[in-house]
């Protein structure tokens, strides 16, 4: 079973990704794996933090000359805002009076539920690891499966649809999405230069007031054959598990499987796909749709449209100009703590979401075809496209 996990603070010494369950002989290129990384760190409206770290994965086992070797992958990430919390946050007991406390706790972050939760007296320790900071990991980690995933011709990429009130007012291409992805610059990830600088204007606004902005961004998974995940458990069908993944990350607060929420209003001779026979020769089967309001995913199996899972952000939750909160200390009121924020994440979390499908497709399909090498993944998955071509 394809697994990973995560450790490390936001301003603790390194964050920790291992990815075990990797079939071996999966090409593993650091070039890739560090823009995956850069890509999250960028977007227009992210904070200071993001000026003092330069992500890069540094693998320690699991891949020799330049492949993978079917043994976990470890993979460590820098934090270098670590070198300015070394005595704040020692792992030894070190000097308390150096401690920086998180005195009253912000409404939108964990502060005050896991203060409570954890007894400890004030949220610091609380926010390192709630921090975002994390979802450096998970694109780490996300990366290697993208490189899983692209041995098979399946491929993964994200765009933002919604920041704030400025939209992408149409549908977009596949072909549009993976360009953007190959772009130098990010400002908001999207497809449309006009709503890009709409999207822009939102986040010049909450700039402006000391507010934040939320939004929604979309993953798109291309060249997915059908049969991939189950209908047969709900705990193997594949909109549970991307609604998890994608839901796990930090701000996500809904996902939407194709036009999941558009549809709760419609009727259904106007949301389902209707079923043709006139797929070209390139698709997996000769079956084919004309629209794709399921998002890919019919049953909990994959139907060989493009998976598409949106995920909804809401604004970001320290703000410049704090909401009202309580003193640990004291228990009078004051202001919510404020250090410094970002005030717009949707590209960001877009491409960690990406890591979050990528993970979850790439185990569903390590689970399906199988093998303890890529070769031996390849036959099995080359036999069953060639089975359901022939169907
Ligand atoms: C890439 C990324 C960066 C984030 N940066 C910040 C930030 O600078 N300030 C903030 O208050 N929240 C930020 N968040 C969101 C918080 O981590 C999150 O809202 C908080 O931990 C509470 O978790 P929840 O919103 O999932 O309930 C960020 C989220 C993501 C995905
Ligand atoms: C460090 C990252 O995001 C951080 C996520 C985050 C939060 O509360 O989630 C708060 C900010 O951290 P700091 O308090 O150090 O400025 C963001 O910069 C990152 O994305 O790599």
Redesign the pocket.
């Known amino acids: 079973m394809l697994r990973f996990s995560t450790a490390g603070e ?2 603790g010494e390194s964050l920790v990704a291992m990815v075990s369950g990797m079939p071996a002989g999966v090409v593993v290129e650091q070039e890739f794996i560090d823009r995956e990384m850069w890509r ?2 960028k977007g227009y409206g ?5 000026r003092i ?1 330069r ?1 890069s994965a540094h693998i320690l086992s699991g891949v020799r000359h330049g492949k993978t070797i079917g043994s976990p992958i470890a993979m460590v990430i820098a934090n270098n ?1 670590w070198k300015n919390w070394t005595d704040i946050l020692p792992v030894e007991a070190g000097d308390a009076t150096k401690h920086k406390a998180v005195a009253s706790p912000r409404p939108g ?1 964990a502060d005050l539920a896991g203060s409570l939760k954890y007894d400890f007296p004030d949220a610091r320790y609380v ?1 390192e690891r ?4 994390e ?2 990991a998970r694109v780490a980690a996300g990366a290697v499966a993208k490189m899983l995933l692209r041995a098979l011709g399946v491929e993964v990429a994200s765009h933002v649809i919604r920041v704030g009130k400025a939209e992408l007012g149409r549908a977009a291409i596949w072909e549009e999405i993976a360009a953007l992805q190959l772009k130098d610059e990010v400002l908001l990830n999207c497809v449309d230069a006009e709503a890009e600088a709409a999207m822009k204007a939102e986040v010049d606004a909450v700039l402006r007031t000391g507010d934040t902005v939320g939004g929604v961004f979309e993953v798109v998974v291309h060249g997915l054959p059908p049969g991939v995940g189950t209908h047969a458990n709900w705990d193997e069908r594949m909109d549970g598990l991307l609604a998890q993944a994608v839901m796990s990350l ?2 996500v607060k809904a996902v939407e499987l194709g036009r999941g929420v558009t549809a709760a209003e419609s009727v259904g001779s106007a949301v389902h796909d209707a079923i043709g026979y006139q797929g070209s020769d390139k698709a997996f089967t000769k079956f084919s749709r004309e629209q794709n309001n399921a998002g890919g995913v019919e049953g909990g199996i994959s139907n060989g449209e493009d998976v598409v899972v949106r995920g909804y952000l809401k604004p970001i ?2 703000l410049r100009r704090p909401l009202g909160s309580v003193s640990f200390e004291t228990r009078e009121p004051v202001k919510a703590a404020y ?4 005030v717009c ?1 949707v590209p ?1 979390a877009g491409v960690a979401a990406e890591a979050m499908v990528a993970l979850t497709v790439a185990r569903l399909v390590v689970e399906k075809f199988g093998g303890d090498s890529l070769r031996e993944m390849q036959r099995n998955f080359n036999g069953y496209c060639e089975q359901i071509r022939a169907y």
């Not at 992210?46 to 993001?50: D, E, S």
């Not at 709630?130 to 900071?133: C, D, I």
């Not at 250090?339 to 970002?342: I, V």
């Open positions: 936001s301003h999250r760190q992210r904070g200071g933090r993001m770290e992500d805002d972050h926010l709630a921090s975002a900071r979802s450096a930090q701000a939750s320290t250090e410094r924020s970002d994440v960001a």
